[in-house]
């Protein structure tokens, strides 16, 4: 046997002994990695601004960060998962009857253990300048505030009330975009330019939503990573910081999902033609052709 066929046989061996059977463990894997790349990439981006007093990043290269963040997150989990990474998509997706309700505990669970894990890994690679920034004085709010590294805080101006609507409307925005990208009936996105839409839909949030409190729209973005900063030296500051904050992006979005899942649904979804029989018309749509390619 040459070389290369034992190169072979002994990755199908290992693919035989090591590969998952349960679709539902390969589904928890690919969202825990899923949001582990988006919070490495986002919350990344928002360390090195941070700590490089703006020298080196600026709010455009964290939208760009967290655009980028997303796209590889569907990359990397699209084809298993169908990349949720976002408890609040993943509720749309179980109002709107394309998740089975008991794979959502199993999908949320994963998307927080996969964002408290980025969050780590976002606090060992710049443990150092996080010293060298902080002194080893980990502040929550204030001109040397670090804890806005990994989650949202609200703006001055912003009330209890409006930070709950800002969420919302983001969220729904988001739902209702992500929709219409994966829909067959509809324009939709070529094959395989999927992430690359849906990351668009962040840079369009990030750009024209970010003033109140920096655009979460994700509650295992923020409660995750806000979790880890509790336990890793700021304290539970995390939670009482403005006015108790820590619940709005966490039920805001939730809401939002299911608000952008039914406008979508009542205004596109509901009202698509039925598919004609193929005896009836061998033409299909120009737009179906390129959703189908």
Not at 78 to 91: F, K, R, Y
Not at 234 to 245: I, L, P
Not at 269 to 275: F, G, N, R, Y
């Amino acid at each position: 046997m040459s070389a290369g066929n034992m190169e072979l046989e002994g990755k199908r061996k290992m693919k035989e002994q090591c590969a998952l059977r349960k679709d539902i463990i390969k589904e928890f894997l690919a969202e825990s990695l899923g949001i582990f790349v988006l919070i490495l990439f986002g919350c990344g981006s928002v360390a090195q601004t941070v700590l490089s007093k703006g020298a080196l990043g600026e709010p455009l290269t964290i939208h760009i960060g967290f655009t980028l963040g997303v796209m590889m997150a569907v990359y990397v989990a699209g084809g298993v998962s169908g990349a949720h990474v976002n408890p609040a998509v993943s509720l749309a997706m179980v109002v709107l009857g394309k998740l089975p309700i008991k794979k959502f505990p199993v999908y949320v669970a994963a998307q927080f253990l996969g964002a408290f894990a980025g969050s780590c890994a976002v606090y060992g690679l710049y443990y150092d300048a996080l010293m060298e920034h902080t002194g080893g004085v980990m502040q929550v709010t204030g001109v040397n505030a670090t804890a806005n590294i990994w989650a949202s805080y609200p703006a001055k101006h912003i009330s209890v009330l409006g930070g709950f609507v800002d969420q919302v409307i983001g969220t729904a925005a988001l739902i209702l975009c992500i929709l219409a990208i994966i829909d067959g009936k509809n324009i939709g996105a070529p094959k395989g330019m999927e992430p690359l839409c849906i990351g668009l839909i962040i840079m369009a949030i990030g750009v024209s939503m970010g003033l109140n409190c920096g655009y979460p729209i994700n509650p295992a973005r923020d409660l995750g990573p806000r979790l880890f900063t509790a336990v890793a030296g700021w304290g539970m500051e995390v939670f009482r910081a403005g006015g108790c904050w820590w619940w709005i992006p966490v039920a805001g979005p939730m809401v939002g999902g299911v608000v952008g899942a039914a406008v979508y649904f009542l205004f596109i979804e509901l009202h698509h033609a039925k598919p004609e029989k193929q005896g009836e018309n061998n033409v299909k749509d120009k737009y179906e052709m390129a959703t189908l390619s």
